[in-house]
């Protein structure tokens, strides 16, 4: 089938719609400009009355919604059961090929168990290296996903070996002869027999916006629903074209009303599905505004027709489309980051549980309301989400914010005050060495947040961002970041800002870990907390 980006796109007729497209822009994505670059009108100031037809529309796409019946699993349920199930098989085939080998379990050894261990983290390491369990793994080829299973259960073989003959026990202790021959035919078929099957079964993964309401965005929205998991939930049409037939999501307006939705609506990615002979100006600024924003958006790779011809690696275009990113895209790294999240955060729990308990108590017992304060937060790609703190201030916090607006002592959109007389006795003292922060935990571990990344705000705070600080929601917000130790509440908001963008353009596992260690003396110490 041809993909949609080589559908003729003809000219039409444009939806009425107010002119608006525009967005301040930071000189090196780091600072923001004094006036809109050219062509593009003022930020977020559309005359009255002009969106209201949008505003209709949004209705229909807003994060409160009623959904639609939902799929069968939930996204990455297929990829984490077959994690779960993976590491079953490697304790089950290392203990049954000890026992096709001639040998006895001796299961009250602790080197049986310290090998059955350093098998099932090997394989959890290894595997997430390779993005073996990728929540997008079932659109990988078949060939693809034996190789990645091949390397991976050679890789566990030779981490087990190396590690008995580290630890000097005997050989027959746990065997690892029928090791590979048993592990890699059982992952393999459930792999492709069960767990891919069961993967494109599960909900959409992202929601995306086209723009473009012509043969070509039509056809990529149903192509995007039905093969690629993905949650179309709107178009915007350019200025010379409307939709011959009904698209499958709701038309929310024109191109000039992208900035508006992209500050109204959380969205993924954004596909222009223009031709660049008709609607150049319009896709140019379409881009400038994403990247501004921060969101990923999708270019069409083809614009001719081919007959004979194709790509030399048909699977970085699938879908017909070139996709960019406004940082480093390192999927590797990334899967790490999100492996140590998941284990970092889960042996946190358990290792300060007698400290949470204690905390809790204190909490309880020592001012009226509830233990926990639950918070709407903004988090990746504008998703908002409800963060867990332990409560430091008076149940009514919220109500006399209003009150104390005057005497805010941070700049820009944050409220900041250094001797809030909201805050309790034992608020003072766990706000101080970050243990309120402590059930954010929890946050990290359900995906959430990241042990690391910029601190998520409140959407009232993000309804007054410029148009280049909204850029800093384009990552998985964090427990600590480059401003918790440097200086946190003595350093001004757009200062603030600007490390953000400087943690997202330069992200590397390196850094996290140093500003971890860095983070650890700031919080023992309280330095810049209040």
């Given at each position: 089938?041809?993909?949609?980006?080589?559908?003729?796109?003809?000219?039409?007729?444009?939806?009425?719609?107010?002119?608006?497209?525009?967005?301040?822009?930071?000189?090196?994505?780091?600072?923001?400009?004094?006036?809109?670059?050219?062509?593009?009108?003022?930020?977020?100031?559309?005359?009255?009355?002009?969106?209201?037809?949008?505003?209709?529309?949004?209705?229909?796409?807003?994060?409160?919604?009623?959904?639609?019946?939902?799929?069968?699993?939930?996204?990455?349920?297929?990829?984490?059961?077959?994690?779960?199930?993976?590491?079953?098989?490697?304790?089950?085939?290392?203990?049954?090929?000890?026992?096709?080998?001639?040998?006895?379990?001796?299961?009250?050894?602790?080197?049986?168990?310290?090998?059955?261990?350093?098998?099932?983290?090997?394989?959890?390491?290894?595997?997430?290296?390779?993005?073996?369990?990728?929540?997008?793994?079932?659109?990988?080829?078949?060939?693809?996903?034996?190789?990645?299973?091949?390397?991976?259960?050679?890789?566990?073989?030779?981490?087990?070996?190396?590690?008995?003959?580290?630890?000097?026990?005997?050989?027959?202790?746990?065997?690892?002869?029928?090791?590979?021959?048993?592990?890699?035919?059982s992952?393999?078929?459930?792999?492709?027999?069960?767990?891919?099957?069961?993967?494109?079964?599960?909900?959409?993964?992202?929601?995306v916006?086209?723009?473009?309401?012509?043969?070509?965005g039509?056809?990529?929205?149903?192509?995007?629903?039905?093969?690629?998991?993905?949650?179309v939930?709107?178009?915007?049409?350019?200025?010379?074209?409307?939709?011959?037939?009904?698209?499958?999501?709701?038309?929310?307006g024109?191109?000039?009303?992208?900035?508006?939705?992209?500050?109204?609506?959380?969205?993924?990615?954004?596909?222009?599905?223009?031709?660049?002979?008709?609607?150049?100006?319009?896709?140019?600024?379409?881009?400038?505004?994403?990247?501004?924003?921060?969101?990923?958006?999708?270019?069409?790779?083809?614009?001719?027709?081919?007959?004979?011809?194709?790509?030399?690696?048909?699977?970085?275009?699938?879908?017909?489309?070139?996709h960019?990113?406004?940082?480093a895209?390192?999927?590797?790294?990334?899967?790490?980051?999100?492996?140590?999240?998941i284990?970092?955060?889960?042996?946190?729990?358990?290792?300060?549980?007698p400290l949470?308990?204690?905390?809790?108590?204190?909490?309880?017992?020592?001012?009226?309301?509830?233990?926990?304060?639950?918070?709407?937060?903004?988090?990746?790609?504008?998703?908002?989400?409800?963060?867990?703190?332990?409560?430091?201030?008076v149940?009514?916090?919220?109500?006399?914010?209003?009150?104390?607006?005057?005497?805010?002592?941070?700049?820009?959109?944050?409220?900041?005050?250094?001797n809030?007389?909201?805050?309790?006795?034992?608020?003072?003292?766990?706000?101080?060495?970050?243990?309120?922060?402590?059930?954010?935990?929890?946050?990290?571990?359900?995906?959430?947040?990241?042990?690391?990344?910029?601190?998520?705000?409140?959407?009232?705070?993000?309804?007054?961002?410029?148009?280049?600080?909204?850029?800093?929601?384009?990552?998985?917000?964090?427990?600590?970041?480059?401003?918790?130790?440097?200086?946190?509440?003595?350093?001004?908001?757009?200062?603030?800002?600007?490390?953000?963008?400087?943690?997202?353009?330069?992200?590397?596992?390196?850094?996290?870990?140093?500003?971890?260690?860095?983070?650890?003396?700031?919080?023992?110490?309280?330095?810049?907390?209040?």
């Amino acid at each position: 089938m041809r993909p949609a980006s080589q559908v003729e796109v003809t000219p039409s007729e444009p939806p009425s719609a107010s002119p608006r497209v525009g967005a301040e822009t930071p000189p090196n994505g780091l600072a923001p400009a004094e006036t809109p670059p050219p062509g593009l009108g003022p930020a977020l100031t559309p005359p009255p009355g002009a969106l209201e037809t949008t505003e209709k529309q949004l209705a229909v796409v807003s994060p409160n919604r009623p959904d639609a019946p939902p799929s069968r699993f939930a996204p990455g349920f297929a990829a984490k059961l077959n994690l779960a199930v993976d590491l079953v098989l490697v304790v089950a085939a290392l203990l049954i090929s000890t026992t096709m080998m001639g040998h006895d379990l001796h299961l009250e050894r602790t080197d049986v168990w310290v090998l059955l261990g350093v098998g099932v983290v090997a394989w959890l390491v290894v595997g997430t290296a390779l993005c073996l369990y990728d929540v997008r793994f079932a659109d990988r080829e078949r060939l693809d996903d034996l190789a990645l299973i091949s390397i991976q259960v050679m890789v566990v073989t030779v981490v087990l070996f190396v590690t008995r003959l580290v630890m000097g026990t005997e050989s027959w202790i746990v065997a690892l002869s029928m090791f590979p021959p048993l592990l890699w035919p059982s992952v393999a078929l459930l792999r492709l027999k069960l767990f891919r099957n069961l993967s494109v079964q599960e909900q959409p993964l992202d929601e995306v916006l086209i723009v473009g309401v012509g043969a070509m965005g039509r056809l990529t929205g149903e192509d995007l629903n039905s093969k690629h998991r993905r949650k179309v939930i709107g178009f915007l049409g350019f200025s010379n074209e409307t939709a011959t037939t009904v698209p499958p999501a709701p038309v929310l307006g024109t191109v000039k009303d992208l900035e508006h939705i992209l500050c109204t609506v959380p969205v993924d990615e954004v596909y222009i599905a223009g031709n660049m002979l008709k609607h150049s100006a319009e896709m140019q600024a379409a881009v400038k505004l994403c990247e501004n924003f921060g969101i990923p958006f999708a270019l069409p790779a083809y614009h001719m027709r081919f007959d004979r011809a194709r790509p030399v690696d048909d699977h970085a275009i699938s879908d017909g489309y070139l996709h960019f990113m406004t940082h480093a895209f390192r999927p590797h790294q990334m899967a790490l980051k999100r492996l140590f999240d998941i284990v970092s955060s889960a042996a946190a729990l358990a290792m300060l549980s007698p400290l949470l308990i204690g905390v809790a108590l204190g909490v309880k017992f020592t001012s009226r309301g509830p233990i926990f304060f639950k918070q709407k937060r903004v988090g990746l790609h504008g998703k908002t989400f409800h963060m867990l703190k332990f409560r430091s201030m008076v149940v009514n916090a919220e109500e006399l914010k209003a009150k104390l607006e005057a005497m805010n002592e941070q700049t820009g959109p944050v409220f900041k005050m250094k001797n809030d007389p909201r805050i309790t006795g034992i608020g003072r003292f766990i706000r101080k060495y970050s243990i309120d922060e402590l059930p954010q935990l929890i946050n990290v571990l359900r995906g959430e947040m990241s042990v690391v990344g910029p601190r998520p705000p409140i959407p009232s705070e993000v309804e007054k961002y410029a148009a280049w600080q909204r850029r800093r929601l384009s990552v998985r917000p964090g427990l600590t970041c480059i401003w918790q130790v440097s200086g946190r509440n003595q350093i001004s908001f757009e200062e603030w800002m600007y490390l953000d963008m400087q943690y997202i353009d330069h992200w590397s596992l390196k850094n996290d870990i140093n500003l971890i260690l860095k983070t650890v003396p700031v919080v023992l110490t309280g330095s810049g907390a209040s």
